[in-house]
């Protein structure tokens, strides 16, 4: 892996509300520019880098893996959801990004697991946690149950999307999302999805034809395997990702990076870094 990653570079964004943060002083550790962030070593359990890793805070879309992961604790990846015009409109009204789904089609849960977590459709998440809460509160309350069965002691969900809400956002840590990564990962079919560039669904009788690109331009980088973006206003640019090398995999967390672009390239570093050195 220390070979192949290399930075990622012609990737351009606007600043995050126009805040310069200072990189991370860690010695030896590539420059970490956002708020928090974390590197697991998930093969072994121990942390490679942690900056400000325990502090609360909003994570956007990030949500959504915790979505994918409490969905199949009870579902079968060929079970179907039909769509409503309430899981549309929520996404609509909201200002969440989209999977476009359309009111009426049936879609399995593993089709909508791409439409959640590629184009990080909050349609999609609305439409799952609809289905499996039952109702959208009854899901929410199992995520955070979820949540403290592992461990995950800082965070705390309010929707299964990341959108804000006018009650608040929900919050986690740069730490527990890590946690919860490396678990999810574990998941064949949510590694699969999160690792997929593109997917494509043709029409049928049940639903209309779909094509869905990845928001992590991190793919496609030797090693690289996923796992999830996430931005709004107030958590900035955001991103779980991971990588395996010779039997290891390791997973990483950037909170409130003020450049989108930037996110990338300091998973990258930090996935070349973290693949060349022990546990300390």
């Known amino acids: 892996m220390a070979g192949a990653l290399a930075l990622v570079t012609g990737l351009t964004a606007p600043a995050h509300a126009g805040v310069t943060t200072a990189p991370a002083v860690i010695p030896d550790a590539p420059a970490v520019y956002g708020r928090a962030a974390y590197l697991l070593d998930a093969s072994s359990g121990e942390t490679l880098l942690d900056k400000d890793g325990t502090e609360r805070m909003p994570i956007a879309s990030l949500t959504k893996t915790m979505t994918a992961y409490v969905v199949l604790q009870t579902a079968r990846p060929t079970d179907v959801v039909r769509i409503s015009a309430e899981d549309v409109a929520y996404a609509e009204d909201g200002g969440g990004t989209t999977a476009d789904l359309r009111p009426g089609d049936r879609l399995t849960v593993g089709e909508l697991l791409y439409g959640l977590m590629l184009p990080s459709g909050a349609d999609a998440a609305h439409a799952l946690a609809r289905t499996y809460g039952p109702g959208v509160r009854g899901f929410v309350a199992r995520m955070n149950a979820t949540a403290r069965a592992l461990g995950m002691n800082d ?126």
């Open 155 to 280: 965070t705390h969900y309010v929707n299964a999307d990341g959108l804000p809400t006018p009650g608040g956002d929900g919050y986690s840590t740069a730490r527990d999302q890590a946690v919860l990564a490396a678990k999810a990962l574990r998941v064949p079919l949510i590694k699969e999805v999160a690792g997929t560039r593109r997917h494509d669904l043709d029409a049928t009788r049940e639903h209309r034809s779909y094509s869905w690109r990845n928001t992590n331009r991190l793919l496609g980088t030797p090693g690289a395997i996923g796992l999830k973006t996430g931005f709004t206003r107030a958590a900035g640019y955001c991103l779980a990702f991971a990588g395996e090398s010779d039997g290891r995999m390791l997973v990483g967390i950037l909170l409130d990076e003020s450049v989108s672009s930037r996110r990338f390239s300091t998973a990258e570093a930090l996935l070349s870094w973290g693949s060349t050195r022990q546990a300390a």
